[in-house]
């Protein structure tokens, strides 16, 4: 079964502080999303990426694909209180638009 | 906005009873994917739909069933509701078979409530 797991699971900061989140697998992926999710609503598209070793920004956001696409992170810059919600990684495997979710980290910036 | 559409937005059901989500893609989008995600967890995919036949199941009873249409909207049905069943349904649609295009779109999600 493959499986995405994300750390922390929670994470509360004050603004301006910088933050990692990580996304880790022992499967490798063609592919990984990172999505930020609110309450009752349904899950945003941040950033695709589908390299390994690539590297995206998206502005104060950094996202890192891992050398051996097993692994992922998401660095933010200067967090600010809209950045607070479910953040999610998603992966999808070769041949497949079958994507698995991580468990989640669920981010509050505090003002 | 995403241009994925879902309705109803809220449902409530009793147990044991059928329910039917429905999910408009977004436009040019040929494949719509299912998920199910409980209070506090991340989306489990349920099945997904290209050209009107089922693309790949995950881990979910066949009293989940699906269907897509010629215009590529989609619909899932869920038999003999259950307790557990009671969670955010997400449908997300995505472009198919272009190369390199993998990226999918999510809808705002319909809450079921079971009873």
């Known amino acids: 079964t493959q499986l995405l797991e994300q750390s922390p699971q929670f994470l509360s900061i004050q603004e301006g502080e910088n933050l990692t989140v990580y996304c880790n697998s022992s499967s490798v992926f063609s592919s990984l999303q990172w999505y930020r999710q609110e309450p009752g609503e349904g899950p945003v598209l941040l950033v695709t990426v589908v390299t390994g070793g690539e590297v995206k920004k998206l502005k104060r956001l950094t996202f890192q694909f891992g050398d051996a696409r097993k692994d992922s992170s998401l660095h933010i810059t200067a967090a600010q209180p809209g950045d607070t919600g479910l953040y999610l990684c998603?992966?999808?495997?070769?041949?497949?638009?079958?994507?698995?979710f991580g468990t989640g980290t669920r981010l509050k910036v505090l003002a | 906005e995403t241009g994925v559409t879902q309705s109803p937005t809220h449902l409530i059901k009793t147990r044991g009873q059928q329910v039917t989500l429905r999910c408009s893609s977004q436009?040019?989008?040929?494949?719509v994917s299912w998920y199910q995600q409980a209070l506090g967890q991340g989306p489990q995919f349920i099945f997904q739909?290209?050209?009107?036949?089922?693309?790949g199941r995950g881990n979910f009873p066949p009293r989940f069933s699906g269907l897509q249409f010629p215009n590529y909207s989609s619909e899932l049905n869920v038999n003999a509701l259950e307790l557990d069943d009671s969670a955010l349904y997400l449908c997300a649609s995505s472009l198919a078979g272009l190369a390199g295009s993998t990226e999918q779109y999510f809808g705002p999600g319909t809450r079921l409530t079971v009873t």
């Open positions: 739909y290209y050209r009107e036949e089922e693309n």
């Open positions: 436009s040019g989008h040929n494949t």
């Open positions: 998603a992966g999808a495997t070769s041949g497949t638009y079958k994507y698995i």
